[in-house]
């Protein structure tokens, strides 16, 4: 119905159910319109686009998605009185106080033509089709106008009956006119022949709407009753009473699912749009709605006296939240999401997935695979009772060598979704087996030893041949899937022994790993003498020790405070606590910090704390503090701890020849990181003019700690700076630019290769680069040049 009439306004609301079946009325958004609470019509654009919203100074566009205003009708002094659209949406019709019918465009929102119709004001107004326009005057006059030629099809009279409203039927060529008297005419538009006349209501009609394919025609009643009609024939199809007072609103979904009426008494009336049979009555708690209008299959909106529009979305069942799930049956995911290490250009996948509704499919990138029935080989995967599930397999291709990862996404019928990742790691040709015992170049006492080594593809059969001569010849193994490690003894001659492997696949493959070892000549055995056992904890196989250390303040004034150095060392220390760090504990790792950091208490950690370690553990050392030359002998260099005394560095700072001395005797560890930021710039004091540490000098700290891994093979010394280089410290970044960049680097910066782990070669080149960055130059990284491990991991990522 396009009569104008102002609504009641609406306050915040709570559901409060009366009666009938459970639906579930979802409140999706709300959107506030501006001068909202002046605006009394809600009309449907029939594309289910957006709404218009009027008042007699205003006429408002209201899109559904995203709900919000989108813009106004430029009236001017134009009192609109009546609104209506054509059947497109692409056309507003307004109907002014002056009697005359105004068209303007949707999307420009300019008026396209205005056309005199009413000697009075018009009352009401519809439109139908594109270019039809039913109008009522308040000189109770009824006019038919061709919108597009600005003429007059026809008039005619409603008398005795006085019209109030008129509807255009939907899609037909039929008009209803409703009366004072609560009876309703529909005439044809060919001849304005009475057609019928719907006399079953005798209440004043205060709301009005056809379905959307014309076939019922709803009233609404200031008593609060809601008739129906079957168009066609007439006959009265429902009379309902569902609200007390008067009805402000009734509206048809799009698809006929269903009927809405909304009343003065807060109460909003569902029924279903076929049976017309009541599904539900609920209350708004202290507010009514003004008015509704479908603009989609279950979707409707309401507009609110206090200014706003809500979209609302009625359920028959309670919405899908549960996204479905997906697991991989094999291969079984390996510990902290390693990737699986294969030799081979394709791999293979079977895994499982669920949903608690509908499951829909997976894919494999963006490729659908082959659903099948779960079987006694997905055991692994155990989905709820009554759940929707199915099993899948699928062969992908490895394009590069390195990481490859393979994304699983399980979607159910709502477009919910669940991933899960495989990453496999495509071995290159040279590291398609790996001899893991003896060590290349060992040395062995006995007259035997054994080889183990891996192979990452699946093993047909194994050859060992010593110095040309075969021992083993096309062994098969118990264990021969990839990764396996397989294990073999074979003799040994005295002397060198150059010992072959060939490994062959079940695909053709064959590879071949050569290595050296020799065998000790002995005339006797003698039993060593056993010392004490190295103090170790319960756990078994390599081990991780650490010493950090960090000084900014100095016992001392004559040595210059540094601002980051204990935050630098504290901040390392904590990334060496965590999973990705280590997960050092306090057995483990010795923290010195400022007051901590005596010379004592350095000695003791560096000569009898780090002597637990044993040949295959792994020792990180870590100082951010002064270094400095003694004055009289420039050559003597020192890490200053607390309680130095710059003019007695001989019996109060840690000398560095000492740190030599502490690799070689003391840590038996082949496996040693130092990282140093101990070269700061500024003296250590006024009187102590030969520091040897100035901006401009040759900084022999930084070239002797880089000298140091030349004491011990397998040291790596990595230096904030290098030889007449300072260290430099910015307050932004609330640390020692090295030690910045290189916990950044650890925390998964520094991951090139994207394999989830940082080695120390990783590490390293990423704080060398940064760090020239951030100081333009001016400070550069050093590290030893000697034989290390370049692979060495040092960090995880969590992923």
């Given at each position: 119905m396009t009569t104008i009439k102002r609504l009641t306004i609406l306050l915040p609301f709570l559901w409060v159910a009366v009666m009938a079946q459970e639906v579930l009325p979802e409140r999706q958004l709300s959107a506030p319109?501006?001068?909202?609470?002046?605006?009394?019509?809600?009309?449907?654009?029939?594309?289910?686009?957006?709404?218009?919203?009027?008042?007699?100074?205003?006429?408002?566009?209201?899109?559904?998605?995203?709900?919000?205003?989108?813009?106004?009708?430029?009236?001017?002094?134009?009192?609109v009185t009546a609104v209506d659209l054509t059947a497109s949406?692409?056309?507003?019709?307004?109907?002014?106080?002056?009697?005359?019918?105004?068209?303007?465009?949707?999307?420009?929102?300019?008026?396209?033509?205005?056309?005199?119709?009413?000697?009075?004001?018009?009352?009401?107004?519809?439109?139908?089709?594109?270019?039809?326009?039913?109008?009522?005057?308040?000189?109770?006059?009824?006019?038919?106008?061709?919108?597009?030629?600005?003429?007059?099809?026809?008039?005619?009279?409603?008398?005795?009956?006085?019209?109030i409203g008129i509807l255009?039927?939907?899609?037909?060529?039929?008009?209803?006119?409703?009366?004072?008297?609560?009876?309703?005419?529909?005439?044809?538009?060919?001849?304005?022949?009475?057609?019928?006349?719907?006399?079953?209501?005798?209440?004043?009609?205060?709301?009005?709407?056809?379905?959307?394919?014309?076939?019922?025609?709803?009233?609404?009643?200031?008593?609060?009753?809601?008739?129906?009609?079957?168009?066609?024939?007439?006959?009265?199809?429902?009379?309902?009473?569902?609200?007390?007072?008067?009805?402000?609103?009734?509206?048809?979904?799009?698809?006929?699912?269903?009927?809405?009426?909304?009343?003065?008494?807060?109460?909003?009336?569902?029924?279903?749009?076929?049976?017309?049979?009541?599904?539900?009555?609920?209350r708004t708690e202290g507010a009514a709605w003004s008015q509704v209008a479908f603009t989609g299959e279950h979707l409707f909106l309401a507009f609110t006296g206090t200014g706003s529009v809500e979209r609302w979305f009625i359920r028959k069942t309670p919405p899908d939240l549960e996204p479905p799930a997906i697991v991989i049956v094999d291969p079984a995911p390996l510990p902290g999401g390693l990737p699986h290490r294969i030799f081979a250009t394709e791999f293979s996948v079977r895994g499982a997935a669920w949903d608690n509704k509908k499951l829909a499919g997976?894919?494999?990138?963006?490729?659908?695979?082959?659903?099948?029935?779960?079987?006694?080989?997905?055991?692994?995967?155990?989905?709820?009772?009554?759940?929707?599930s199915a099993a899948f397999s699928s062969t992908f291709r490895l394009d590069t060598v390195g990481v490859n990862e393979i994304t699983f996404t399980a979607v159910d019928a709502v477009g919910l979704m669940s991933t899960t990742r495989v990453r496999v790691e495509r071995i290159a040709p040279n590291d398609a087996i790996e001899v893991l015992a003896p060590a290349t170049n060992a040395e062995i006492e006995g007259v035997s030893t054994v080889i183990q080594f891996r192979s990452w593809f699946e093993v047909s059969s194994f050859s060992l041949s010593v110095n040309l001569i075969d021992l083993v010849r096309g062994q098969r193994p118990k264990l021969h899937r990839a990764g396996d490690v397989v294990s073999a003894e074979i003799p040994l001659v005295v002397g060198y022994n150059q010992v072959q492997l060939t490994v062959l696949g079940t695909k053709g493959e064959r590879m071949s790993k050569t290595i050296g070892v020799s065998r000790k000549y002995t005339q006797t055995v003698v039993q060593a003498p056993k010392g004490a056992p190295k103090k170790r904890t319960d756990a078994s196989g390599p081990q991780r020790w650490a010493v950090v250390i960090g000084v900014s303040d100095y016992q001392n004034p004559g040595i210059p405070s540094l601002k980051y150095a204990h935050k630098d060392a504290e901040a390392f220390a904590n990334f060496l606590r965590t999973p990705e760090g280590g997960g050092y504990d306090n057995e483990h790792m010795r923290v010195l910090l400022n007051k901590d950091a005596t010379l004592p208490?350095?000695?003791?950690?560096?000569?009898?704390?780090?002597?637990?370690?044993?040949?295959?553990?792994?020792?990180?050392?870590?100082?951010?503090?002064?270094?400095a030359p003694e004055p009289a002998r420039p050559q003597n260099l020192y890490l200053l701890t607390h309680d130095s005394d710059?003019?007695?560095?001989?019996?109060?700072?840690?000398?560095?020849?000492?740190?030599?001395?502490?690799?070689?005797?003391?840590?038996?560890?082949?496996?040693?990181?130092?990282?140093?930021?101990?070269?700061?710039?500024g003296g250590i004091s006024v009187n102590f003019a030969t520091r040897g540490v100035g901006v401009t000098e040759q900084n022999l700290v930084n070239q002797y700690l880089a000298d140091l891994s030349r004491s011990k093979e397998g040291?790596?010394?990595?230096?904030?700076?290098?030889?007449?280089?300072?260290?430099?410290?910015?307050?932004?970044?609330?640390?020692?630019?090295?030690?910045?960049?290189?916990?950044?680097?650890l925390k998964g910066k520094a991951d090139y290769n994207n394999d989830y782990t940082i080695s120390i070669n990783e590490a390293m080149q990423y704080t060398e680069e940064q760090v020239k960055r951030k100081t333009r130059g001016a400070q550069n990284p050093t590290r030893s040049q000697t034989s290390y491990d370049k692979d060495m991991t040092v960090s995880l990522i969590q992923h």
């Amino acid at each position: 119905m396009t009569t104008i009439k102002r609504l009641t306004i609406l306050l915040p609301f709570l559901w409060v159910a009366v009666m009938a079946q459970e639906v579930l009325p979802e409140r999706q958004l709300s959107a506030p319109v501006t001068g909202g609470s002046a605006l009394r019509a809600v009309l449907n654009t029939r594309l289910g686009s957006g709404i218009v919203l009027a008042s007699d100074r205003n006429v408002k566009l209201v899109a559904t998605d995203p709900l919000g205003e989108t813009g106004q009708l430029p009236l001017g002094t134009t009192r609109v009185t009546a609104v209506d659209l054509t059947a497109s949406g692409q056309t507003i019709v307004t109907g002014a106080a002056d009697g005359s019918i105004a068209t303007w465009t949707t999307v420009s929102k300019t008026l396209s033509k205005t056309i005199k119709v009413h000697s009075a004001g018009i009352v009401a107004l519809a439109v139908q089709d594109e270019n039809i326009a039913f109008s009522v005057g308040a000189d109770k006059s009824v006019r038919i106008t061709d919108l597009l030629g600005g003429t007059n099809l026809g008039s005619l009279s409603t008398a005795p009956y006085e019209p109030i409203g008129i509807l255009a039927v939907p899609g037909g060529r039929q008009f209803a006119i409703l009366t004072s008297s609560g009876n309703i005419l529909i005439y044809n538009l060919s001849g304005l022949a009475l057609a019928s006349q719907l006399k079953d209501n005798t209440s004043r009609i205060t709301a009005a709407a056809f379905s959307n394919d014309g076939s019922k025609l709803a009233v609404g009643t200031a008593d609060g009753q809601v008739f129906i009609w079957a168009t066609s024939s007439g006959l009265l199809s429902a009379k309902l009473a569902p609200h007390r007072g008067i009805v402000n609103s009734v509206a048809f979904d799009a698809t006929g699912a269903w009927f809405v009426s909304a009343g003065a008494d807060s109460t909003v009336h569902i029924a279903d749009g076929t049976t017309l049979q009541t599904v539900q009555t609920r209350r708004t708690e202290g507010a009514a709605w003004s008015q509704v209008a479908f603009t989609g299959e279950h979707l409707f909106l309401a507009f609110t006296g206090t200014g706003s529009v809500e979209r609302w979305f009625i359920r028959k069942t309670p919405p899908d939240l549960e996204p479905p799930a997906i697991v991989i049956v094999d291969p079984a995911p390996l510990p902290g999401g390693l990737p699986h290490r294969i030799f081979a250009t394709e791999f293979s996948v079977r895994g499982a997935a669920w949903d608690n509704k509908k499951l829909a499919g997976v894919t494999v990138g963006a490729k659908p695979v082959t659903l099948a029935p779960m079987g006694p080989a997905d055991t692994l995967a155990v989905p709820p009772a009554g759940s929707s599930s199915a099993a899948f397999s699928s062969t992908f291709r490895l394009d590069t060598v390195g990481v490859n990862e393979i994304t699983f996404t399980a979607v159910d019928a709502v477009g919910l979704m669940s991933t899960t990742r495989v990453r496999v790691e495509r071995i290159a040709p040279n590291d398609a087996i790996e001899v893991l015992a003896p060590a290349t170049n060992a040395e062995i006492e006995g007259v035997s030893t054994v080889i183990q080594f891996r192979s990452w593809f699946e093993v047909s059969s194994f050859s060992l041949s010593v110095n040309l001569i075969d021992l083993v010849r096309g062994q098969r193994p118990k264990l021969h899937r990839a990764g396996d490690v397989v294990s073999a003894e074979i003799p040994l001659v005295v002397g060198y022994n150059q010992v072959q492997l060939t490994v062959l696949g079940t695909k053709g493959e064959r590879m071949s790993k050569t290595i050296g070892v020799s065998r000790k000549y002995t005339q006797t055995v003698v039993q060593a003498p056993k010392g004490a056992p190295k103090k170790r904890t319960d756990a078994s196989g390599p081990q991780r020790w650490a010493v950090v250390i960090g000084v900014s303040d100095y016992q001392n004034p004559g040595i210059p405070s540094l601002k980051y150095a204990h935050k630098d060392a504290e901040a390392f220390a904590n990334f060496l606590r965590t999973p990705e760090g280590g997960g050092y504990d306090n057995e483990h790792m010795r923290v010195l910090l400022n007051k901590d950091a005596t010379l004592p208490n350095v000695r003791d950690a560096l000569i009898n704390f780090l002597s637990n370690a044993i040949d295959i553990d792994l020792v990180v050392l870590y100082f951010a503090g002064h270094g400095a030359p003694e004055p009289a002998r420039p050559q003597n260099l020192y890490l200053l701890t607390h309680d130095s005394d710059p003019t007695r560095l001989g019996t109060t700072a840690f000398p560095m020849w000492q740190i030599q001395d502490v690799l070689g005797r003391y840590i038996n560890s082949k496996r040693i990181i130092v990282f140093t930021d101990a070269c700061h710039s500024g003296g250590i004091s006024v009187n102590f003019a030969t520091r040897g540490v100035g901006v401009t000098e040759q900084n022999l700290v930084n070239q002797y700690l880089a000298d140091l891994s030349r004491s011990k093979e397998g040291t790596v010394v990595f230096t904030a700076s290098a030889a007449g280089e300072v260290s430099q410290e910015f307050p932004e970044l609330g640390h020692g630019v090295f030690t910045y960049f290189l916990l950044d680097g650890l925390k998964g910066k520094a991951d090139y290769n994207n394999d989830y782990t940082i080695s120390i070669n990783e590490a390293m080149q990423y704080t060398e680069e940064q760090v020239k960055r951030k100081t333009r130059g001016a400070q550069n990284p050093t590290r030893s040049q000697t034989s290390y491990d370049k692979d060495m991991t040092v960090s995880l990522i969590q992923h």
